[in-house]
């Protein structure tokens, strides 16, 4: 799992929050990549995973603190709503790990209510937090979300 976002911009601040919610828990390998996740890819190419799930802040035109998991082809129709702090679109670097990787890669993106600099989460993003940490553990023990 890798978690995507500036912590000192708001809501921006779930993916890494996320991983910290998720570090330690056995069988969840997790990556802080910041706000620059391209430089993250030969860590998380030595992971081999058999799944991908970057967490982002990622406006989707929900209420804040919703969250959905966009599979491969919606992360590219989304590409233009994901929160513009990332160094590169995370679309490339998805790409990278693709030509390196053969796993299913998907985003799990969290609406966001605020995104100024150190404005701290939201209300609704906090309290986001345990259920999106609860929904990747449910995730990652191999359980299918329904389509």
């Known amino acids: 799992m890798v978690g995507v ?3 000192q ?3 921006d601040a779930i993916g890494p929050m996320v991983v910290d919610e998720l570090a330690g828990d056995e069988g969840i ?5 910041g706000s620059a996740p391209e430089n993250w890819l030969e860590p998380i190419a030595r992971l081999k995973p058999e799944l991908l799930v970057f967490v982002d802040a990622c406006d989707f035109g929900d209420r804040p ?8 082809a919606e992360l590219d129709r989304l590409a233009g709503g994901l929160v513009s702090t990332h160094t590169l679109p995370l679309t490339v670097t998805v790409t990278l790990l693709e030509q390196q990787l053969d796993c299913d890669i ?3 993106g969290v609406q966001p209510g605020r995104l100024q ?3 701290g989460l ?14 990747l553990r449910r995730r ?8």
């Open 65 to 72: 603190g919703e969250f959905r998991e966009f599979d491969r």
């Open 29 to 33: 390998a997790t990556v802080d990549a």
């Open 9 to 11: 911009r708001g809501d």
């Open 117 to 119: 600099f150190n404005a």
């Open 106 to 108: 998907v985003l799990v």
């Open 122 to 135: 939201s209300d609704e993003v906090r309290a986001a937090l345990p259920r999106v940490a609860d929904y």
């Open 5 to 7: 976002g500036n912590r």
């Open 140 to 147: 990652a023990g191999g359980w299918q979300p329904s389509v």
